[in-house]
């Protein structure tokens, strides 16, 4: 017979979770280490591309371990997405957000007080974490050996490095000093740090770097194929660009009945796919433009549509695809398209978008990683697809440079101007970063963006990879004549020289283009 000491320490079956509660067959390259440090206690810094399945890394532990799992994540669709998500499968999961009434509110108080919490994830806004009465029901909750762990998602947000800072994310360090004895272990989860980003979250959550228990995945998404569409013409009205467009999506039609045969594909259901554009105006014009050509369904999403047009969009959005005849007989278009303002991303979980295209420079190097990032989630293979001109790019330069200058005139305390000021100096530079990326014509894509996100760094602090990806590295996936990616991006596809031609068939008499050792 196992000694009772032996049997007690075991880890649980994770598998077995994983099958019965969550309904997956299996774990994905390096969910399963991840989720193991986790349920053995540890404190865990997770770096993972979009998609890669980070919340199970912290919600099948939640569900395994005694106590409760406090989740902190920056925006309420997010939150009721996964909230959402675990009812429907079972799991006791409540949420504390500005939407709750007060009489739920008292019920999830109760039960997390009541020293055995039927609750196994609590979701919680940054913000909940700063009140003294919230911190003084977590020390109870501490007291009593009933807190699990604290998640926090989205983990860039601490950072005013970070692309999405959020001043109440500074305020999480807390835990690690307040909930001691023993220290409360701390899952930290984001797709997009860079270097700065990351010490900031290592540094201001109080973690300790030589005890972490660090992973990440390569920041570039291997079924991603990128590519930059250099634009000779930049016409008020688009109309270059639109056909431009439309010649792209003609082609993967034909390529699709290609391989299918038309009438097949006809009865297919429609191939998804994301425009992001500056203007909320841009969203509705390019929409209706994208509309008039009968194979597309094209709709404006963006912040000014009302709250119920925003939900049905969504909500069709993350349906899954439609059967192969609508509802009134006819096949469906080839293409659903969403033209949508950056109001349209986090939490909107749908697997099958095939293209993302930004129909200009993307302002932030990490708003473009998980932008581009919502395609391809299923795995397989999709694209993304950057217009890329010199006027829009100086145009993006001044603007950013203006705000910098009003930001200062416009004074205020000490402390805060100087915060205002490094993130302002943070956008730069993360602007910085897609302007390099779109202009090199000389690298590999997916390596480009690895670098920028310094992924080698992270494997030099002792990082677990995925096996898959350590293999690859540097070595052009170990198959002879194969490129990095494996013809992945429009330079390993198209060479050097010809890429160089594309991009210098946008160079105007007067502009100029960023030397690469500038950026
Ligand atoms: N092992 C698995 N097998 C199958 N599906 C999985 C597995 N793990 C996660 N998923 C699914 O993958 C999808 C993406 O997961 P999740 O939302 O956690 O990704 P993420 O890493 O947080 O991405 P993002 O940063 O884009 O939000 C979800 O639909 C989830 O159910």
Not at 474 to 484: A, E, F, K
Request: net charge positive; glycine share 6%; proline share 6%.
């Amino acid at each position: 017979m196992a000694d009772r000491g032996s049997f007690t320490r075991r880890r649980p079956d994770l598998e077995f979770y994983l099958n019965r509660v969550f309904r997956k067959k299996s774990f994905r390259p390096l969910q399963r280490e991840v989720i193991a440090a986790v349920v053995d206690g540890h404190d865990v810094f997770l770096q993972a591309s979009t998609s890669f399945g980070k919340s199970l890394c912290f919600q099948l532990p939640a569900v395994i371990n005694n106590g409760l799992t406090i989740v902190i994540c920056p925006l309420l669709a997010l939150m009721m997405d996964q909230v959402n998500a675990l009812q429907a499968i079972g799991v006791a999961v409540s949420t504390i957000n500005s939407n709750t009434p007060l009489a739920e509110r008292r019920l999830i108080l109760d039960d997390m007080l009541s020293g055995h919490p039927r609750t196994r994830l609590l979701y919680v806004t940054p913000e909940l974490c700063q009140t003294d009465s919230f911190r003084r029901n977590l020390q109870v909750v501490h007291r009593q050996g009933q807190l699990a762990r604290i998640a926090i998602d989205e983990a860039h947000c601490i950072s005013e490095w970070g692309h999405d800072f959020r001043p109440a994310y500074q305020e999480l360090g807390w835990f690690k000093k307040n909930l001691v004895d023993p220290e409360v272990p701390i899952t930290a989860l984001t797709a997009t740090a860079t270097p700065r980003v990351r010490t900031d979250i290592i540094n201001m959550l109080n973690l300790n770097p030589t005890q972490l228990k660090l992973f990440n995945t390569p920041s570039a998404r291997p079924n991603i194929h990128y590519e930059v569409r250099y634009l000779e013409e930049c016409g008020e009205d688009g109309d270059y660009q639109v056909e431009n467009l439309l010649k792209y999506l003609r082609a993967i039609k034909k390529r699709r009945e290609a391989r299918l045969g038309a009438e097949e594909a006809a009865r297919l259901p429609p191939i998804s796919g994301i425009v992001y554009v500056g203007l909320r105006a841009i969203s509705e014009h390019l929409a209706s433009l994208l509309s008039q050509d009968k194979s597309i369904s094209a709709v404006a999403y963006h912040a000014g549509l009302a709250p119920q047009e925003r939900t049905r969009i969504q909500s069709l959005w993350t349906a899954p695809p439609p059967s192969k005849q609508t509802s009134n007989g006819k096949p469906p278009p080839t293409f659903s398209i969403i033209v949508a303002t950056n109001a349209f991303g986090m939490g909107i979980d749908n697997s099958y978008v095939r293209f993302v295209v930004h129909w200009t420079p993307p302002r932030s190097f990490e708003g473009f990683v998980q932008e581009s990032g919502r395609a391809g989630r299923d795995g397989r293979a999709a694209a993304s697809l950057v217009y890329y001109n010199l006027q829009e790019r100086d145009r993006i330069f001044d603007r950013m440079n203006r705000d910098t200058e009003n930001m200062r005139n416009r004074g205020g305390p000490k402390h805060l101007v100087a915060s205002t000021m490094k993130n302002q100096e943070a956008r730069l530079d993360s602007f910085k970063k897609v302007v390099r990326y779109c202009e090199s014509v000389t690298r590999c894509r997916h390596d480009l963006i690895k670098d920028l996100f310094g992924d080698f760094e992270l494997e030099e602090m002792g990082s677990q990879q995925p096996p898959s990806s350590q293999a690859a590295r540097g070595s052009g996936l170990g198959m002879p004549g194969s490129t990095p990616c494996d013809y992945a991006c429009d330079f390993c596809k198209e060479g050097r020289v010809a890429l160089g031609k594309r991009k210098r068939k946008m160079l105007s008499s007067t502009a100029y283009m960023i030397d690469e050792g500038y950026v």
